[in-house]
Nanobody, 117 residues
């Protein structure tokens, strides 16, 4: 399983940004997909996840502002981020895990999101 994230950049507070992740490898529908992020000097943290059936889960810090979605036909997962805040600045990682696993076993290379105030 390989993950390729894209879409990061420099935006202003309150702006919108969409991250995309393309997944290659084994059957996409057998994997949950998600996003983590890591800000400078901080630990990596969970952002959002989506299961093959479409169920989603968000961290409290992004719920209501971020939306995760997936396209099983295209093997992609998107993270739409609105009302961005400076504290959303981080490297964002696309992740995947098999539906029978409890750990996020596959990580992409990360894409930088910087939100200026």
């Amino acid at each position: 399983v390989q993950l390729q994230a894209s879409g990061g950049g420099l935006v202003q507070a309150g702006d919108f940004l969409r991250l995309s992740c393309a997944r290659s490898g084994r059957t996409f529908s057998n994997y949950a997909m998600g996003w983590f992020r890591q800000a400078p000097g901080k630990e990596r943290e969970f952002v959002a996840a989506i299961w093959s059936g479409g169920s989603t889960f968000y961290s409290a810090s992004v719920k209501g502002r971020f939306t995760i979605s997936r396209d099983n036909a295209k093997n992609t997962v998107d993270l739409e981020m609105k009302s961005l805040k400076p504290e959303d600045t981080a490297v964002y990682y696309c992740v995947a895990r098999h539906k029978d696993r409890s750990s996020w076993d596959y990580w992409g290379q990360g894409t930088q999101v910087t939100v200026s105030s």
